[in-house]
């Protein structure tokens, strides 16, 4: 789109990140904080789930998701039916992320909602189900005609990107405010965990980072391109 260089180069770096973001929370939620638990004596465990299915979800499957014109040499028909599936895996398991922080909090008897990083997360979650909605019925089924999708593309890119940004920004709200909780209840601030959890935090904003610059670049030339308007 505005970059003059290939996006493939960038597209591997970003999976490289999005494999070390995925290792550092794994590490850090099982080794630091007791695992994973769906039902639990420990309400901690049924939280960890929260920012690991964010992770995958919203920000790796969905950075993904968006990067997939950029990185795949495939029929278009192809990477658009990628797209969507990847962002529907995204969205499912950032509804499920959520739902397990909520669950967290009502075992608990913590309230809900009461932070900047849960509102923001509202938002997002919303906008994001919206999108892959309008998406859907635009560009894949019933489908718009040529005109109404060609007009509506720069839209589904730019509004697409904002969201994308803001749960990158907010994964990292979450990391900082999480880590402050167990900063305020004894983890060391320049103890190992607290390292862990800033380098999770700077991994996921690179990702996001080399996601946008993906964006921006050129794609790898199409194996076949028979519809009028282009992807991104
Ligand atoms: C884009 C990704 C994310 C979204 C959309 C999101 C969304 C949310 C939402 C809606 C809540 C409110 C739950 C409730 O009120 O019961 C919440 C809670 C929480 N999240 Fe996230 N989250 C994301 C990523 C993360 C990550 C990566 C962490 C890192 C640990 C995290 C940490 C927390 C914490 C500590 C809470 C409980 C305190 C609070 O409600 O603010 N979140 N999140």
Same mark, same amino acid.
């Given at each position: 789109m505005a970059l003059r260089?290939?996006? /493939?180069?960038?597209?591997?770096? !970003?999976?490289?990140? +999005? =494999?070390?973001?995925?290792?550092?929370?794994?590490?850090?939620? /099982?080794?630091?904080?007791?695992?994973?638990?769906?039902?639990?004596?420990?309400?901690?465990? $049924?939280?960890?789930?929260?920012?690991?299915?964010?992770?995958?979800g919203l920000i790796i499957l969905g950075g993904e998701a968006i990067i997939?014109?950029?990185? *795949?040499?495939?029929?278009?028909?192809?990477?658009?039916? /990628?797209?969507? =599936?990847?962002?529907?895996?995204?969205? !499912?398991?950032?509804? $499920?992320? /959520?739902y397990a922080a909520f669950k967290n909090h009502n075992e608990s008897g913590i309230a809900n909602l009461y932070s900047l990083h849960s509102w923001i997360g509202i938002g997002v979650i919303v906008l994001y189900g919206i999108q892959w909605i309008y998406g859907f019925l635009i560009f894949f089924y019933p489908?718009?005609?040529?005109?109404?999708?060609?007009?509506? $593309?720069?839209?589904?890119?730019?509004?697409? *990107?904002?969201?994308?940004?803001? !749960?990158?920004?907010? +994964?990292?709200?979450?990391?900082?405010?999480?880590l402050t909780? *167990?900063?305020?209840?004894?983890?060391?601030?320049?103890?190992?965990?607290?390292f862990l959890v800033n380098f999770t935090a700077l991994t996921t904003?690179?990702?996001g980072v080399f996601v946008v610059i993906s964006v921006l670049s050129e794609a790898p030339a199409p194996i076949e391109d028979d519809q009028s308007y282009s992807s991104i």
């Open positions: 260089v290939p996006a /493939i180069p960038f597209t591997f770096v !970003a999976h490289t990140l +999005a =494999v070390a973001a995925l290792v550092l929370v794994l590490v850090w939620n /099982i080794h630091f904080r007791g695992g994973f638990a769906w039902e639990a004596t420990n309400k901690n465990l $049924i939280f960890n789930l929260h920012p690991l299915l964010m992770l995958l997939s014109y950029k990185s *795949l040499p495939l029929k278009k028909q192809v990477k658009k039916l /990628i797209h969507l =599936v990847l962002h529907a895996l995204a969205l !499912a398991l950032g509804i $499920i992320g /959520i489908g718009g005609s040529p005109t109404l999708r060609s007009e509506c $593309i720069p839209w589904h890119v730019v509004f697409g *990107l904002l969201v994308y940004v803001l !749960a990158v920004a907010n +994964a990292s709200l979450g990391f900082l405010e999480k909780f *167990l900063e305020s209840s004894g983890v060391a601030k320049f103890g190992s965990e607290a904003i690179l990702f």
